[in-house]
């Protein structure tokens, strides 16, 4: 019995965790909840799983959801604000925490997570991508498990078990291309937010389908895949795979190429970073490849999707520079889902704020200059918004 305290819980990794715990309950139990500010979900999930600790990070929030829990029986300890999130991170009786929160509002609660000696089934790309050179000393130091939550990681470490020290040359990451993948680049300065959250192939929350859209989602795993796996950012290609069947690649030394498949599901990294090293039986629905058809690829277009480029550009960097593109993306992508600015602005207003930064860029960050540099980057995106710096609107 794995005990679980999950981060994010009323989002879609949340959703599709709570939905793999309550179809095996004699592997899983949820201790601990955290989510923003949903208090129904939240108050229904706590209903339903029963854990020992719940919070919600919006302060204002805490008296509805106390009021909604206030006929529980036995009551758990109700939290709230970036604390009360930091507690059900490291709460004794967890010995894995989920890391489901979108951006860089995980990082905190994951590095409290691995400091309370937690294994992290990491779901949140933030904590590796701004987070990393303040992370995997604390992973080595504290001993814990981190174990890819997201498709794409996933698929690689999978491919990875059994291979030799050292036998690793290229990893091959598979993009679906996102909403825009067959509209001709000419057409990307009319489009709608509506227009971009039509993903063709899988469901996941606002941000990350945006980021798949503009391929900043493919960008930052690039940057995350360097610190997982130790490769030079020259040997993490990236490929538009529209079916997204193939999850991703491995070269080896003898350029043998493994690859995981399976259809377009969430659940499936999820339940293996929750299992491993084991393999639980599912009654989910087998891969088909007949009925698949076939499997295309074709190298993605860099003038189509310039943020490809600047992710590679900031991980080169290094530093504190990948912590200022993903909080300048993420400010960016808030503004375009406010429909404050237009879908192209996102990139200029993102490789504006690092060109900004370079000057400041320290090469061994703690964590006070990551963090400062994430709040430098988002103040900086809406200050060029706000005088149209940067935006096409």
């Known amino acids: ?75 758990p300890v109700l939290l709230a604000g970036e604390e009360g999130v930091i507690e059900v991170a490291r709460y004794q009786a967890a010995n894995v925490v989920v890391t489901g929160i979108v951006g860089c509002a995980g990082l905190l609660p994951t590095i409290a997570a691995i400091e309370a000696g937690k294994d992290i089934a990491l779901a949140n790309k933030e904590t590796l991508i701004a987070g990393g050179p303040v992370v995997l000393p604390l992973i080595q130091k504290h001993g814990v498990k981190l174990l890819p939550a997201d498709s794409e990681h996933s698929a690689i470490f999978q491919c990875l078990q059994g291979v ?112 491993y090293p084991e393999r639980i039986p599912t009654d989910w629905e087998p891969l088909d490849l007949v009925k698949v058809g076939s499997l295309t690829f074709r190298e993605p277009d860099h003038h189509k999707y310039p943020c490809m480029k600047l992710a590679y550009a900031a991980g080169r960097a290094g530093g504190c520079m990948p912590a200022v593109l993903n909080a300048a993306n993420e400010q960016a992508v808030a503004l375009f889902l406010e429909e404050k600015i237009q879908f192209l602005d996102i990139p200029r207003l993102i490789e504006q704020t690092c060109d900004r930064y370079q000057s400041h860029n320290r090469s061994t960050p703690c964590l006070d200059d990551i963090m400062a540099a994430d709040q430098w980057a988002r103040q900086e995106v809406l200050a060029a918004s706000q005088k149209g710096v940067g935006c096409g609107v």
Not at 33 to 55: M, S
Not at 165 to 183: C, M, N, P, Q, Y
């Open 164 to 275: 030799p020290e050292k036998g690793l040359r290229r990893i091959l990451l598979t993009a679906s291309g996102g909403a825009f993948r067959d509209l001709p680049v000419e057409k990307l300065a009319q489009v709608t937010v509506a227009d971009a959250l039509k993903h063709p192939n899988w469901s996941m929350g606002r941000k990350i389908t945006i980021d798949s859209a503009t391929l900043m989602n493919k960008g930052l795993e690039v940057i995350e895949a360097h610190f997982l796996f130790g490769l030079d950012y020259d040997q993490i290609e990236i490929v538009i795979h529209p079916q997204s069947i193939i999850h991703s690649m491995i070269e080896l030394q003898d350029t043998s190429v493994l690859a995981q498949l399976g259809w377009a599901d969430m659940r499936l990294p999820l339940l293996y970073a929750l299992s």
């Open 1 to 75: 019995m794995k005990t679980i305290s999950l981060l994010g819980s009323t989002g879609s990794i949340g959703t599709q965790t709570l939905d793999i715990v309550a179809h095996n309950p004699e592997q899983f139990r949820i201790v601990g909840l955290a989510t923003g500010n949903n208090v129904d979900l939240l108050a229904q999930q706590v209903r339903q799983f029963r854990p020992e600790i719940a919070a919600i990070c919006d302060p204002r929030k805490l008296p509805d959801l106390k009021a909604a829990l206030a006929d529980l029986s036995p009551q």
